[in-house]
């Protein structure tokens, strides 16, 4: 006769079995799971832990199963995309079964537009999308990582960079529809996205990770090219790509020169709301006299709004834009070489 407490895999919620699976765990690795959860997902799973009774091992091991096969298609996934998960699965758990955890991990992932590009080489991707339209080029760079969007970008016919730098900027929210499509088109065995709602990608800081990646003379090309089509574009993007706190970037006889540009006042403002590293570069690159006078000044200042510090801020970058631009610092990019000038 079979005991009244048994219940096979297939009656448990999702939360039964999470609960048993950190009952089997034990205390020490469920305690720093717990730690990676929300609140109201600990209060969850501890109401379903107490409500446990007893667990047979038929339970257990089913649990433990389930969760073994999650994770090698997981794995699978992350890999070689989901086509590439199932026919592994089929081979070895056999076709139903294969279809059932393909299901049941997709239900609750959130797929990424363009999943399968991002495993794409970067020169291989190039030639693949290229002969696009610029807006299809867009959409794709736009959900790509910056460090693989500003290697395409970078390596675009120079009349289509700015074209498409312009699209991911004033790009706004996609329908999945028309994801779907673009997708169907550029690679037929990818299966259809699971996330329904809008997606948003693009937009200005979008371009500005990829400019603050791509070499110098690109983003200048761009740049400029951008200034003549879109004046107040390129306003927003230059101002966006050199931030205040990234002036502890710059070497000791950069700053020293952008100092000598700059307003006292200004940057006592400027230096009102940011860390004490970014302070403690421009008190460096200071006489001990200057230095303490700048500190009198802020503290004589009193509170200020955080819109005069931001537009100070902003003052100073300008500054250090035109001093790049002129060829007297240099802004150290990622991917680039010190150079001396």
């Known amino acids: 006769m079979a005991k009244q407490g048994a219940t096979h895999k297939e009656d448990l919620t999702g939360r039964q079995k999470a609960a048993i699976f950190l009952v089997t765990l034990g205390s020490e690795i ?26 047979d091992s038929e339970q257990r091991d089913m649990v433990l199963q389930e969760f073994q096969e999650l994770m090698m298609a997981q794995d699978f996934i992350s890999s070689g995309g989901i086509d590439y998960a199932r026919e592994l699965l089929e081979k070895s ?40 339209h610029p807006q299809t080029i867009a959409l794709i760079l736009a959900y790509l990582e910056p460090q693989k969007a500003s290697v395409i970008l970078g390596q675009l016919p120079q009349e289509k960079q700015s ?27 990818l299966s259809s996205l699971s996330q329904e ?80 590293d970014v302070q403690d570069k421009i008190y460096r690159n200071m006489s001990k006299r200057a230095a303490a006078l700048l500190k009198e000044d802020m503290e004589f200042m009193g509170p200020t709004r955080r819109k005069d510090v931001e537009e100070a801020q902003q003052k100073i970058v300008s ?17 680039e070489e010190d150079v001396l000038v």
């Not at 609140?39 to 379903?48: H, K, Q």
């Not at 049941?104 to 290229?130: E, V, W, Y």
């Not at 070499?215 to 004046?231: F, G, W, Y």
């Open 30 to 55: 469920s305690a720093e799971i717990f730690k990676h959860l929300r609140e109201d997902e600990i209060e969850t799973l501890t109401f379903e832990i107490a409500r446990l009774e007893n667990i």
């Open 93 to 132: 758990l056999g076709n139903q079964k294969a279809v059932d955890i393909i299901s049941r991990l997709t239900s609750s992932l959130k797929t990424r537009p363009f999943d399968f590009i991002r495993r794409t080489d970067p020169a291989h991707l190039l030639n693949f999308i290229q002969q696009e």
């Open 163 to 189: 074209d498409v730098a312009k699209r991911i900027a004033t790009m706004d929210r996609t329908s999945p529809e028309v994801l779907r499509e673009v997708e169907r088109v550029l690679e037929k065995k």
């Open 197 to 276: 709602d809008y997606t948003a990608a693009g937009g200005v800081g979008a371009i500005v990770d990829i400019l603050n990646l791509v070499d110098r003379s690109t983003e200048k090309i761009i740049i400029e090219s951008l200034e003549e089509d879109d004046p107040e574009l390129a306003e927003e993007i230059k101002k966006r790509m050199f931030v205040f706190e990234d002036i502890v970037m710059l070497d000791d006889r950069a700053i020293q020169k952008v100092m000598r540009e700059v307003d006292t006042n200004e940057l006592a403002k400027a230096l009102k709301a940011v860390d004490p």
């Open 319 to 335: 500054i250090i834009r035109k001093l790049e631009e002129q060829g007297e610092v240099v802004i150290a990019r990622s991917g």
